[in-house]
């Protein structure tokens, strides 16, 4: 168990670490990074669709 923690947490780091450069780079703005921050902070609330539902609604614009 200790492994897949270990695994979760790095691809929340990472998945973060990708948004906050986004907002650096001028391509999000900071109420999307918050919005993204807290989804990654709850994602374990979501199921896979959910979790994808929810980025729709931040970045409607997008395709995921």
Do not use: H, W
């Amino acid at each position: 168990m200790a492994n897949c923690d270990s695994l979760d947490l790095k691809l929340i780091l990472s998945f973060a670490q990708s948004y906050k450069e986004l907002y650096q780079r001028g391509k999000i703005n900071e109420d999307q990074l918050r919005q993204v921050l807290d989804l990654i902070d709850n994602y374990q609330n979501f199921n896979p669709d959910e979790f994808t539902a929810e980025l729709k609604k931040i970045f409607p614009n997008s395709s995921f």
